[in-house]
């Protein structure tokens, strides 16, 4: 499903390809469904979390990046939102500071992100360009990446192997379509404005990477 500046109105989807989206859905509708008179609850919705300290999403890449396992998938132009850590973590703040009985903040979903969609691939070229590291030079069609997928999700399973299979359908939408999203309920109604703009937020991560060691010259 391609996601261009959707906002929170947009119902959650009849099917998942992923058990990761979907429980993500489960949770939100029952910390929504616990808002009332006795608890306040609302939904924020980061998308793409990254950072100085993340040890999952960019560190996952640039090993994989290290010995040419990056595949671009599709053509390489979808856009995608991403939210620097400092400022996912200031929308909390701010949400909770305006957590108050009758306000919309009240029983609310926001998406939160940088507010500024990268063009994926360049985006990640540049970052391993500015790491040292290897260029992507694998392209595959998003519908080659998805078959691949669902051989890899049935071999893993058949085998009962452990962790993930290197692709999967869901994985491969993800790095090919569009998923980018409307922030403008959260600038309303609790005053959320990225404090960083993505290229600010990409050279701090890009410092904090080089001290890590994950670039090519370390």
Known sequence: MQRRGIDETTPYPTHYESPYPETKAIGEQRVIEANGDRLLTTSLRPHLIFGPRDNHL???LLEKAK??????????????????????ARAHLLAAD????????????????????????PWI??????????PVRIRIPLGIAR???NLLVAGYRGLNLRGE??????????????????VSAAKRDFGYRPQHTMAEATAKTVTWLRRQGKGEQG
């Open 98 to 121: 305006a957590l108050a009985p009758g306000c919309p903040v009240a029983g609310g979903i926001y998406f939160i992100s940088q507010d500024e969609p990268v063009v994926l691939w």
């Open 58 to 60: 960019l560190p996952s």
């Open 165 to 182: 299979p290197p692709m999967t359908p869901f994985l491969a939408s993800e790095l090919a379509q569009n998923h980018y999203y409307d």
């Open 125 to 134: 070229q540049e970052l391993l360009q500015r790491l040292d590291l290897p």
């Open 67 to 88: 010995t040419g396992r990056v595949p671009q998938v599709g053509d390489g132009t979808n856009k995608v939102d991403l939210t620097y850590v400092e400022d996912a």
């Open 147 to 149: 078959a691949a997928g």
